[in-house]
């Protein structure tokens, strides 16, 4: 028998131990569970009112023991054991004047002129990129086997020290493998991706302030997201590939949602990857699995080249440039 894709707990407790999340909850030892299909145990282990977020420790699973700093405004999608702690009145009333404070959208819509340069400087840059496989690329076998390619990892790690921006390499592909959601970084990137003309961005102000400053300068930022996506394209070009197809999974406990806009959309290779995410746990109602053929110049990143994406989580995964047109990917 195949071994599984993820692990879980084969026997949770019942979600009516838990109460669902309020602010309230949030104090530091309090122990809870993400609101996920696996019932994914947590920490909190600080709160942070002045940029609106707290943060937990992940107790179970394959990412035991990361850190994960979320908006304030996420915590219904935990629930916490009944009977803990809860904050005062007056930690709460602070608690939710953060909360009103960050509420606020912020919508950048892309410029084609921008969109246009930063397009000659994904040429231009993918001149600076040599890939020379040493063998035909065996994709069906590297995403039956959900591992990357070693000598891709280091030729990527080569280009993105020469464009002095391996530290916003990692940071990026270590959060995006983690929880995109988690501090802000992703969001930096986000945000000047939609600078560059390349898609939109729809969602909440920017918490901290220190977000755009020293190595995460927005224009060392677009200088990442140029190399990586000139890098992306040459690899898929080399390859031979203008299009690949791609699946994506879901399962919630009530009624699908609407997509919400994306700046990043994550899918995988591996039909097994998306089946697992469809599967579900005991108190799924709505499940939907998705495939598409999509061009390669949307892929950011993909697990063939990205080490991060080769550690705790194996999951054949790609990043997409994300399209508002698209109801799928």
Known sequence: MAAAIYASDPDPAPDSDFALGELRHLVTGNRG??????????????????????????????????????????????????G??????????????????????????????????????????????????PAPLDLAARVQARAGDPEL??????????????????????????????????????????????????????????????????????????????FTYELWSTVGDETVTLYRGAAVDGPLPE???????SATFSREVAAAHFEGGSTTWTAVQWRQTVPVTRLLMTFLETREMNGRFREAE??????PANRAF
């Open 84 to 133: 803990g702690a809860v904050a005062p009145p007056d930690v709460v009333a602070e608690l939710e004047g953060a909360l009103r404070r960050f509420d606020r959208e912020l919508v950048i819509e892309p410029d084609p002129a921008a969109r246009e340069e930063t397009l000659r400087r994904i040429d231009r840059a993918r001149a600076d990129v040599r890939i020379e496989l």
């Open 153 to 230: 990892f280091t030729l990527l790690d080569g280009l993105v020290a020469d464009r002095d921006v391996a530290d916003l390499e990692q940071r990026f592909a270590d959060a995006f493998v983690s929880n995109p959601r988690s501090g802000e970084f992703v969001k930096g990137h986000a945000i000047v991706l939609a600078e560059l003309g390349l898609c939109p961005y729809r969602g909440k102000v920017v918490r901290d302030p220190g977000v755009f400053e020293g190595a995460g300068r927005k224009e060392r930022r677009a200088e990442h997201l140029v190399a990586r996506l000139a």
């Open 259 to 265: 997509r919400s806009s994306s700046s990043f959309v």
């Open 33 to 82: 569970r993400l609101l996920d299909a696996r019932r994914t145990p947590i920490t909190v282990t600080a709160i942070r009112p002045a940029i609106g977020a707290f943060e937990l420790e992940v107790g179970a699973f394959e990412d035991a023991g990361a850190r994960w700093e979320l908006a304030l405004e996420e915590i219904g999608r935990f629930q916490f054991a009944r």
């Open 318 to 323: 790609a990043v997409l440039i994300g399209d």
